[in-house]
């Protein structure tokens, strides 16, 4: 069970759920997208937030920064939070702008203030939960989704919530989070996207 849970944390570590959010929008809306576009988004995505922070990782590793891929403490996260803002800013700004697909561009704008929550309160010492932050933002995006074109993803909701119950579970049986720590982070990731739902629904 132990093995379990610890694979959890790992297959849904935060820097894979943007990925993750804008695959689902792209498998659910009903607008129409050139190919070649889809797979230009999806590639600088897989570029700006999977291998340039795993390559951040390892230089920060190399530099005695961080210690672990689940930054444990607060000191660790600080750096790699503050580079995450301005690769998100750059996503915003260049690979997903207001004037190609706003819903994306939301769904990022909504990631840059949960990181710049999240960051702040690394800055005093609280550690909120990265991992609910990541997944409470999809989940909410997908609902944002569900009524933005008026379609039953119940399903995909369904799975979504259990996926943030078996993080939630898995971050607690390690010893990760505190209770506290993972509702907070719940809370960062999923209001700044139904605040933003207003500017595109």
């Given at each position: 069970m132990s093995w379990i849970l610890k694979s959890i944390s790992f297959i849904f570590h935060p820097i894979i759920m943007p990925l993750l959010g804008v695959i689902f929008y792209f498998s659910k809306t009903p607008r129409y997208f050139p190919k070649e576009l889809e797979n230009a988004k999806i590639v600088s995505l897989v570029i700006l937030t999977i291998l340039l922070p795993i390559l951040i990782y390892f230089l920060l590793k190399t530099l005695g920064r961080t210690h672990s891929i689940y930054l444990k403490t607060t000191?660790?996260?600080?750096?790699?939070?503050?580079?995450n803002l301005i690769i998100t800013l750059l996503i915003i700004l260049r690979v997903l702008p207001s004037n190609?697909?706003?819903?994306?561009?939301?769904?990022?704008?909504?990631?840059?203030?949960?990181?710049?929550?999240?960051?702040?309160l690394a800055l005093f010492k609280f550690k909120a939960s990265i991992h609910m932050i990541a997944i409470a933002g999809v989940f909410m995006f997908a609902i944002g989704l569900s009524l933005h074109f008026s379609k039953n993803i119940n399903g995909s909701l369904a799975l979504f919530a259990l996926i943030a119950g078996a993080v939630g579970t898995s971050r607690l049986h390690l010893k990760a989070h505190?209770?506290?720590?993972?509702?907070?982070?719940?809370?960062?990731?999923?209001?700044?996207?139904?605040?933003l739902l207003q500017y595109w629904l």
């Open positions: 000191k660790e996260r600080i750096i790699p939070l503050a580079l190609q697909i706003i819903e994306l561009y939301y769904f990022f704008v909504g990631i840059l203030m949960s990181t710049m929550v999240c960051l702040v505190t209770g506290v720590e993972l509702v907070f982070g719940f809370c960062i990731g999923f209001f700044p996207q139904l605040l």
